[in-house]
């Protein structure tokens, strides 16, 4: 088998096993932020630092044997406040689509029509941002930061096992003191076949981990959701299509150390390492989300959903699709990628969420 062949396979299993998770435990990040502002409730934002943390250690060990080719990872950016405006426009965006761009996959793939609805959004987001890539190019420039860094560790001339431990140590104390006081697990019955969210963080952040060995990067989808809406603007209209610049940009130009393969590629509907690293994650989640409601025999389509329902997924979606490319990457990637290894681009991002998750659901309780 080629190793580009691995990859593929690679990605393809820890998409289901992702897809799998997520449906049965109903781990959503798009909920961590969310359920703070509209029900105050702080669970799935535990659960959420549980799978950071948890990731931060899988990362640092896997860093320390030597087990990453690249650290921090290619297409991580340097720092600017356009991922904080990224992260906010991409909080407002989660909110309404009821889901993440992750979240949006193991729902769909469980016959959730309002996340296909997201999901499309996501694909009209991607394409719009075609539209104003040269304005913005120009306009981000001018964002930068001053600062070459692109880690915390790095900032302070820290190594990352030092600043790794600073928070881990006392992060173990405080889930201790959850653990004791029951707030790992919801009060009332688990349905059948259910995965505690705690279980399903962990082991989402050991995927992350296997994935981020094999590929050099964390997981992350969102270059190939342009790529999907590349293909098809260039098959309805490939003269207009043919004249954006976006879809000629290289996202990611490395070579692997431990290799010398050369790792290229971008938002253009080809088959190059952008692809090979994110596409086969998507198809996971959703076919590995469809089984495990298949083998409940709770996978249906409900067709009834109130149209302002699904045009709020629509632009949701729209929104997140916008944010992912103006901030750098989408929660996924920021979260479960850079967040572990403290990228100051992560951080910025994350920072944006929050106003975003609240403006989101201000306006999601006037609009359902």
């Known amino acids: 088998m080629a190793a580009s062949e691995y990859i593929y396979a690679e990605g393809l299993t820890v998409g289901i096993l992702a897809g799998f998770l997520m449906h049965r435990s109903g781990f959503c990040l798009a909920g961590a932020f969310r359920d703070i502002f509209l029900f105050r409730d702080g669970f799935m934002a535990r659960i959420l630092l549980l799978t950071v943390v948890a990731s931060m250690l899988l990362f640092e060990t896997a860093r320390r044997l030597g087990l990453l080719a690249f650290y921090p990872f290619p297409l991580l950016g340097s720092p600017s406040a356009?991922?904080?405006?990224?992260?906010?426009v991409f909080g407002v965006g989660m909110v309404l689509a009821g889901g993440c761009v992750v979240g949006t996959l193991f729902k769909m793939g469980a016959g959730h029509l309002p996340a296909a609805s997201a999901f499309l959004g996501l694909l009209a987001g991607s394409a719009a941002y075609a539209e104003i890539h040269p304005a913005w190019s120009a306009v981000r420039s001018a964002l930068d930061l001053p600062s070459r860094a692109r880690t915390v560790p790095q900032l302070l001339g820290l190594s990352p096992g030092v600043a790794v431990a600073f928070l881990v140590l006392p992060a173990s104390v405080l889930f201790l003191r959850w653990y004791r006081d029951g707030k790992w697990r919801r009060h009332g019955e688990e349905p059948r076949g259910y995965v505690p969210p705690w279980a399903a963080g962990i082991g989402l952040a050991a995927l992350g981990a296997v994935h981020y060995v094999f590929t050099g990067m964390p997981v992350g989808i969102t270059t190939s959701y342009a790529k999907i809406a590349g293909w098809v603007e260039s098959v309805v209209a490939p003269g207009h299509f043919a004249s954006l610049s976006f879809f000629r940009s290289v996202a990611l130009d490395a070579v692997n150390p431990a290799t010398g393969e050369v790792l290229r590629g971008g938002p253009a509907p080809v088959l190059d390492a952008v692809a090979?690293?994110?596409?086969?994650?998507?198809?996971?989640?959703?076919?590995?989300?469809?089984?495990?409601?298949?083998l409940l025999k709770e996978f249906r389509v409900y067709r009834n959903v109130p149209l302002p329902q699904l045009l709020a997924a629509f632009a949701g979606g729209a929104l997140m699709g916008v944010a992912s490319r103006v901030g750098g990457g989408c929660n996924v990637w920021h979260l479960l990628g850079g967040l572990p290894i403290l990228a100051l681009p992560?951080?910025?991002?994350?920072?944006?969420?929050?106003?975003?998750?609240?403006?989101?659901?201000?306006?999601l309780s006037k609009i359902l």
């Open 82 to 88: 356009a991922q904080l405006l990224g992260g906010a």
């Open 276 to 294: 090979a690293v994110q596409l086969p994650v998507i198809a996971g989640v959703i076919l590995g989300s469809a089984l495990s409601a298949v």
């Open 346 to 363: 992560s951080l910025l991002f994350v920072a944006g969420l929050f106003p975003g998750a609240w403006a989101g659901g201000r306006l």
